[in-house]
């Protein structure tokens, strides 16, 4: 299992746009991928769960990774917050 703590740079926070390109990206993973905010943990490969977590600018989550491509899941999700979603320059 692999963790990592990632803050949310881009100004919409996860929303719904940023929201579906972060279920694309985690589709293409087999392993299992789990965010957590505030003592709520949601499946990364349902967009539902990751609007529930309501996460705005500058929000801390937790990202975890479990299975055969953890490691390659845990860096493009990690490019993908710290490319602000491809959203801003």
Do not use: P
Request: charged share 30%; aromatic share 6%; proline share 0%.
């Amino acid at each position: 299992m692999m963790k990592r703590k990632i803050k949310i740079s881009n100004k919409l926070g996860l929303h719904a746009r940023a929201s579906s390109k972060l279920v694309q990206t985690t589709n293409k993973f087999e392993c299992d991928i789990k965010l957590s905010k505030d003592n709520l943990t949601i499946d990364a490969k349902s967009i539902l769960g990751i609007l529930s977590l309501a996460a705005s600018f500058n929000t801390e989550i937790e990202v975890f990774t479990e299975g055969i491509d953890e490691e390659l899941a845990i860096i493009e999700i990690e490019e993908l917050f710290n490319n602000k979603f491809g959203e801003e320059s």
